[in-house]
């Protein structure tokens, strides 16, 4: 590693010291606002990155001469890497949560310095099935080709993806979406309180309405049993060598 990378390498410490929790760094003094945040970031994973060659190449180059200090000499490399784990975690913690909230404020910032970039990628929504439960309603609405059997019965995920919608603030009367009334919220006495959007006047209380937050719905019936949840974008960062 060269003069500058050393120099680098000296507040690191410092930096992650001064952190006010330096395990999970979800609350920190330390916080990139800007480019010049970002590129300071990048210039001490650079620091990082070479001095961890330096310290396999210092191995390598004892290793050879001596193969029974082998294991030792290892032990110290593996030991010296270690101890730069937590300084990587930090800067690229720091690193995504800036461009994270860039994004935020504009969905085409992208971040990229002479030093390192960042990059994300869209990931899928998780669904998550309570089987039994799914399985018991697409049944009960006679909805067959969305349940596979073999040996034992099993919903046909990738074909019910396809065939169904996602609807939030949603309400169903019997399992069917009622689209002309509005959920509007619980009372002092914990009973639901629903509206006709047509009418605006207040649905009876007798009238079993459901309110969902989310709905996985298959023409217009409820299927219960599933979650959706939505993935945060999967960030990339590159140290430029």
């Not at 000499?73 to 990587?88: G, L, Q």
């Not at 009622?178 to 009876?204: A, P, W, Y």
């Amino acid at each position: 590693m060269n003069k500058l990378q050393e120099l680098e390498l000296e507040d690191i410490e410092e930096i992650i010291q001064n952190a006010e929790d330096t395990e999970k760094f979800t609350d920190y003094k330390y916080k990139i606002l800007d480019l010049d945040g970002a590129v300071r970031a990048f210039k001490k994973l650079n620091a990082i990155e070479a001095k961890i060659k330096d310290i396999e190449r210092i191995a390598q180059e004892e290793i050879e001469p001596y193969e029974s200090m082998i294991a030792k000499i290892n032990e110290w490399k593996d030991e010296e890497i270690k101890s730069f784990d937590r300084s990587i975690n930090f800067f690229n913690f720091s690193l995504e949560q800036y461009y994270r909230e860039q994004r935020e404020l504009d969905p085409k910032f992208k971040l990229s310095t002479p030093y390192g970039k960042v990059s994300s990628r869209k990931q899928q929504d998780k669904w998550t099935y309570e089987d039994e439960k799914v399985i018991e309603s697409l049944k009960d609405m006679g909805i067959s080709h969305l349940i596979r059997t073999k040996e034992v019965v099993e919903v046909e995920k990738a074909e019910l993806k396809k065939s169904v919608e996602i609807l939030k603030d949603v309400v169903s009367l019997d399992g069917s979406i009622v689209n002309n009334v509005k959920f509007i919220g619980v009372d002092e006495f914990q009973n639901s309180n629903f509206v006709n959007v047509e009418t605006g006047e207040l649905e009876g209380r007798w009238i079993e309405y459901v309110h969902h937050k989310q709905a996985i719905v298959y023409k217009g019936q409820v299927i219960e049993g599933i979650t959706v949840t939505e993935q945060p974008d999967s960030i990339s960062i590159k140290v430029v060598e």
